[in-house]
């Protein structure tokens, strides 16, 4: 079974200031790896995706994420942040081949002015 | 761009009543996910379904049943909703071992 944790509940930070969600993830088997974003009052979006190939992933607006096999961490990084990325952060994991995602608690991003 | 509507945003039901949530997709995916979200709890899958008139029970199925007649339309039905039913519930749909899309979310409040 898959498992993933998100350590941080809650993140302030301040607008143009960089910023990083961490995530770290269990399993025993390979996986895929995702971060998705959900802003106030609507559904999630997926910002990128670690299928395979280079561990660097590139997502939409400006964020990307490191997938480390040997620390099993998949952390969400952003050089410079701006107040429209006030929202929620989940980060996912799910066996390859299998149709289910596991989903973490989610971290807040508070982008202060 | 692949869309996944939810009936309503926002709904208000009464402890004991029957409720219907509705879950369209216009991609002709395999599979349908019904998640629940509460503070601090993340997103907890209720019930998937791989085809239709397939179900598979998730993390949390209890008080929780569904229907899927057609590829397209997933239902979640609460039998007899309970206060400790309310919450965010969120739809989505993928195709086989792919990214989930996901619906706006309906908010429910039993009271």
């Known amino acids: 079974a898959q498992s993933v944790t998100q350590l941080d509940s809650q993140v302030p930070v301040f607008e143009e200031a960089p910023v990083e969600l961490r995530c770290n993830y269990s399993?025993?088997?390979?996986?895929?790896l995702f971060w998705y974003v959900q802003y106030p009052n609507q559904g999630l979006q997926l910002l990128l995706k670690?299928?395979?190939?280079?561990?660097l992933v590139k997502g939409i607006n400006g964020f990307e994420a490191e997938f480390n096999k040997s620390q099993t961490s998949f952390h969400l990084r952003k050089p410079s942040v701006h107040i429209s990325d006030t929202a929620e952060y989940f980060c996912a994991v799910s066996a390859i081949r299998d149709d289910k995602i596991i989903f973490g608690k989610g971290t807040r991003l508070h982008i202060l002015p | 761009d692949v869309k996944v509507t939810q009936s309503s945003r926002y709904l208000v039901k009464r402890t004991g009543e029957k409720v219907f949530l509705e879950c369209v997709q216009d991609m002709d995916h395999e599979n349908m996910f019904w998640y629940r979200q509460d503070p601090g709890l993340g997103l907890r899958l209720i019930y998937f379904s791989y085809d239709v008139k397939m179900k598979e029970k998730g993390d949390i199925p209890e008080g929780y049943s569904v229907s899927r007649e057609k590829k397209e339309r997933f239902s979640l039905i609460l039998e007899s909703a309970s206060t400790n039913q309310t919450s965010m519930y969120l739809c989505a749909s993928s195709l086989r071992g792919l990214r989930q899309y996901f619906g706006p979310g309906t908010r429910l409040l039993v009271l």
């Open positions: 670690y299928l395979s190939g280079s561990t």
């Open positions: 399993s025993s088997v390979s996986v895929y």
